[in-house]
């Protein structure tokens, strides 16, 4: 008989496991210091992830976004400068026109506004934006892209553990891991490094690419991992040429149909779906089409609506697909690669040849809004693949591909393979309904029958959202292969709402396969500690049917200090086999660095963790130091002027000399930054406070910051000036500042002042119109950083 404990009368957790790279960040993020059943959930972590931004299904940029546990997800910090820089034009949205940039936008408010949907197991974020609330210059002019300036960089990421069980001696393992990078001119190379306790370097990628402005394309040489669709992705010495959808004008970025139609007057012309308007524009009498629509981010069917000048209106039915397969009529993709490539020599098949040659073609093209062809060819050593596909969009049926792939192995002889696949999405007010199908066929079987050939896979998935913040999930995944009668799946329903501050969800899995039939349950709660939301208490428990295994966790979690700069948790766990287990993680993110510590103690074993990352750039004012670098972003030189911030950026600030680095850019759109006023010191002025970078894959950008330091001064005439009369100072090195202005009440306001000096006046050519004055500022005449000072301004003789 099993026992439960109180906790486990309470709760039943169990996860779902996801193999992918988000839980390898987040097992980073807590420093290894994390009990595993917590990587087995994806709603359940916090911290700060790379996540990729997708606006209307196309991808804007990536950023680094802070997620905190709320309503029981895991839901992101953005901010209203955020969504600024991701090309949302936020006064269209009558709930943020009062919100200054660095206010946080709830979630709750971020789903309504954009049917915001979160991905965290892809790492993506997914917003719906009207075309008409999309900032028309994100996108870029070839003549204002940036290759950058010359610059080296290392970005490093260390770890260190220490592990010790019962008497048994104790363990340290150590692993570095460096991304180093130089660019010069339009040239980028790029290195990755790693460094383990075993005292060897390994070289995992090493080369050299650039972009080709005039084709839309990049060209990469020497030892990396070549990607292709539809292909082998292989670890290639070599080259490959291939083309950059991103380089093309924003408008022009994924899917959206051509429409061609006739006005006969004057006309107003919207596209609307579900009585939303998508797009609108206006077009003289006469045929029109409209052939650069950004894409629209949604499946199914659109309205299209013609406003004529007397009052007629004319509606047409489109259609519209969200799909990755799908391009614009009359354009293409392409990838062309060629190199060497290790053989995996096959153990049935031994071969004594260490590398072979790799050559890969990839070409997609729209042949209209419904279409889309697609051919490819592989030859590596004596192996050749060869196929093509076609992707067909069906209306209100959805979009269907099909692809055949012709293949010759050396050991295996030749065989052919069909797939098909299916796409659909049933999008209802508060419902979504997506069916994915694929199915394979295969002729002449003389394959490897030691090898899993699939069949057929299926996927559905249903969500709904009810009254009372209650949202439910149900899905359902199968998948058969040849020469086995065995079947993978998996059946699982989740609830999920809060009552008040609690959080909680419900969730059953049945998943089975040839080696087991296994049944989970699980519920989570989740409660804040206090008013601001950041601190959390959280309990859970797993329960395995299959193992009859129980696994009981609280921990309390949350971030502090100014901007959030330090951030915890503590966790205290237990099974049905009496098995304690307790664990503690802190991480402080420094204005150069990120440190973390970790412990874990049971009554078998203890570790320690520990770890430090960030970057270092080497530029032409020398080496600055940074929290984090991707593979593009800019230094900005403020002259001297310590501890400035940018605006959304809030743990970033210049160092001693004056330097910051802004470790992230968007490739090939406008990178828009604002230079926190409030964070300069009283006497450094800068003129402009906003600035926009556009940089090329891979660009670091350095700009230089027009900073001036002085005082501010309001000085009152006792004589009558004209107002709009021009003010100067002149320095002690014969220049001139720059020009002030009398104001109507015959006062003049003029910073970046020396303590001491002459001011002169004008007013008109003649002596007659001209004045100057001395000027000493003292402590006891400024108020709030101003000095306010009246003076005689005594005219030229």
Not at 227 to 252: E, F
Not at 272 to 293: A, D, H, I, K, R
Not at 324 to 340: A, D, F, S, V
Not at 747 to 772: A, D, E, M, R, T
Request: charged content about 20%; aromatic content about 14%.
């Amino acid at each position: 008989m099993i026992k439960l404990s109180p906790i486990s009368l309470l709760l039943l957790f169990t996860p779902y496991v996801y193999a992918n790279a988000l839980y390898l960040q987040a097992i980073e993020n807590h420093n290894g210091n994390i009990d595993f059943s917590l990587l087995l959930n994806e709603n359940f972590l916090e911290g700060t992830y790379n996540i990729t931004i997708y606006i209307n299904n196309n991808k804007k940029q990536n950023a680094e976004i802070s997620f905190k546990n709320k309503n029981n997800n895991l839901t992101p910090i953005i901010t209203l400068f955020d969504l600024k820089q991701w090309g949302i034009n936020t006064n269209y949205y009558e709930p943020l026109k009062n919100k200054l940039d660095n206010d946080i936008v709830d979630y709750d408010l971020l789903k309504k506004l954009f049917n915001i949907k979160l991905e965290i197991n892809k790492q993506s974020i997914y917003f719906k934006v009207p075309l008409i609330a999309i900032e028309k210059n994100t996108s870029y002019s070839k003549e204002k892209l940036d290759d950058g300036d010359n610059a080296a960089f290392i970005k490093y990421n260390y770890q260190g553990h220490y592990y010790k069980q019962n008497s048994l001696n104790g363990q340290h393992i150590h692993n570095l891991q460096l991304y180093n990078g130089i660019n010069l001119f339009a040239w980028r190379y790029r290195q990755d490094l790693n460094y383990n306790n075993n005292n060897s370097f390994s070289i995992n990628q090493q080369y050299v690419y650039r972009t080709l402005r005039n084709i839309n394309s990049i060209l990469t040489m020497g030892d990396f991992y070549a990607y292709s669709p539809n292909l082998n992705t292989y670890k290639i010495l070599g080259v490959q040429i291939n083309s950059d959808n991103a380089m093309k004008d924003g408008s022009l970025v994924g899917y959206a149909p051509i429409i061609s139609e006739t006005a006969y007057t004057y006309a107003e012309v919207s596209i609307e779906q579900n009585g939303e308007t998508l797009y609108s524009t206006s077009v003289p009498p006469g045929p029109f089409t409209l052939n650069n629509l950004p894409s629209l981010g949604t499946n199914g069917e659109l309205v299209l609506i013609i406003k004529e000048e007397n009052g007629e209106v004319r509606k047409k039915k489109i259609w519209n697909y969200s799909s990755q397969y799908l391009l614009r009529k009359n354009q293409w993709n392409y990838y062309y690669t060629m190199g060497l490539v290790n053989n995996p020599q096959k153990r049935q098949f031994p071969s004594n040849k260490k590398k072979e040659l790799l050559t890969q073609l990839n070409l997609s093209y729209g042949v209209s809004n419904y279409l889309t062809t697609m051919i490819g060819a592989e030859k590596k050593g004596d192996d050749i693949k060869a196929l093509i596909g076609n992707t067909l969009g069906l209306n209100i049926l959805g979009i269907v591909s099909l692809e055949n792939a012709w293949i010759r192995e050396k050991y295996h002889q030749q065989y052919q393979s069909n797939k098909i696949n299916y796409q659909k999405v049933f999008s209802m007010e508060n419902t979504t309904i997506s069916l994915n199908s694929s199915f394979y066929f295969r002729f002449k079987e003389n394959y490897a029958v030691n090898k899993e050939y699939k069949k057929y896979d299926l996927g559905f998935h249903f969500s709904q959202s009810l009254n009372n913040n209650i949202a439910l999930t149900l899905g359902y995944n199968i998948a058969t292969y040849y020469h086995s009668k065995e079947k993978s799946q998996r059946l699982f329903i989740n609830t999920s709402s809060n009552y008040k501050k609690l959080s909680y969800s419900l969730e059953l899995e049945n998943s089975k396969d040839q080696y087991s039939n296994n049944n989970q349950l699980s519920i989570f709660l989740n409660y804040p500690i206090g008013q601001d939301l950041s601190h959390w208490a959280t309990a859970r428990i797993n329960y395995d049917n299959r193992e009859k295994y129980f696994h009981e966790n609280i921990s309390f979690s949350g971030n502090t200090l100014e901007n959030n700069r330090l951030n915890y948790n503590l966790n205290f766990s237990k099974n049905n086999k009496e098995h304690l287990d307790s664990s503690m993680k802190i991480s402080y993110l420094s204005r150069i660095a990120k440190l973390n510590i970790n412990s874990r103690f049971n009554k078998d074993s203890y570790s320690l963790g520990y770890g430090l990352n960030g970057g270092i750039v080497f530029h032409n004012g020398g080496v600055t130091l940074a929290q984090d670098l991707n593979d593009s972003f800019a230094i900005l030189n403020f002259a001297g002027a310590k501890k400035v911030k940018i605006i959304g950026k809030p743990t970033i600030e210049s160092d001693r000399r004056g330097y910051l680095i802004i470790p992230n850019l968007t490739s090939y759109h406008n990178n828009k930054f604002h230079i926190d006023a409030k964070s300069l010191d009283y006497n450094y002025n800068i003129d402009n406070y906003s600035y926009h970078l556009i940089p090329t894959k891979g660009a670091i950008i350095a700009k230089n910051i027009k900073v001036t330091k002085g005082e501010s001064a309001l000085f009152t005439f006792n004589q009558n000036i004209p107002f709009g009369a021009t003010a100067y100072v002149k320095n002690s090195d014969g220049t001139l500042s720059d020009i002030s202005y009398v104001n109507e009440d015959n006062k003049l306001y003029i910073s970046n002042l020396p303590i001491l000096g002459k001011i002169f006046v004008k007013w008109g050519s003649s002596n007659k119109q001209q004045c100057s004055f001395n000027y000493q500022l003292n402590d006891n005449e400024k108020q709030n950083r101003i000095y306010f000072k009246t003076v005689n301004c005594i005219k030229e003789e």
